[in-house]
């Protein structure tokens, strides 16, 4: 039986290498495949990348703990991360201490870590690359 799956593909707009190798740091994530523009089987089309973008991340595809995520620099320079957040389960409060620190380090905190009625640590906060983060000790 087939399985229907959905997954965040972040783009980063020239700073997906820095952001693979910062959540690698912060949480762990692990990168599985990694292709450079260069790489590509087929050349892109005239214009479509900015110059410089050759040895760019064209795709990549990366896991923090079970949950599979994508990434690139896409094809333009800049990012922006509106409209969603990411919800970031951990096992228990130190767990969920040392990651929101982490990812707090050159972002900017939007709730700090408290206790609420659904668990014993939550915290919101933006990181350094713009992204969203929800961070919770695991119901």
């Given amino acids: 039986m087939k399985t229907t799956l959905v997954q965040p593909y972040l783009f980063f707009g020239g700073r997906c290498d820095e952001a693979l190798a910062f ?14 523009y260069q790489e590509s089987p087929e050349p892109m089309p005239p214009g479509r990348l900015p110059a410089g973008f050759e040895n760019k991340v064209m795709h990549a595809t990366f896991h923090i703990g079970t949950t599979t995520l994508m990434a690139s620099d896409g094809c333009e320079e800049g990012a922006r991360f509106e409209g969603f957040t990411l919800s970031l389960a951990l096992p228990t409060e130190a767990e969920v201490n040392r990651a929101f620190a982490a990812l707090a380090e050159g972002g900017k905190v939007g709730m700090p870590l408290t206790k609420t009625f659904w668990s014993p640590r939550f915290g919101m906060v933006t990181d350094r690359f713009g992204v969203g983060w929800m961070v919770t000790v695991a119901a």
């Fill in 23 to 36: 959540y690698g740091s912060a949480l762990g994530a692990k990168v599985d495949f990694l292709m450079r």
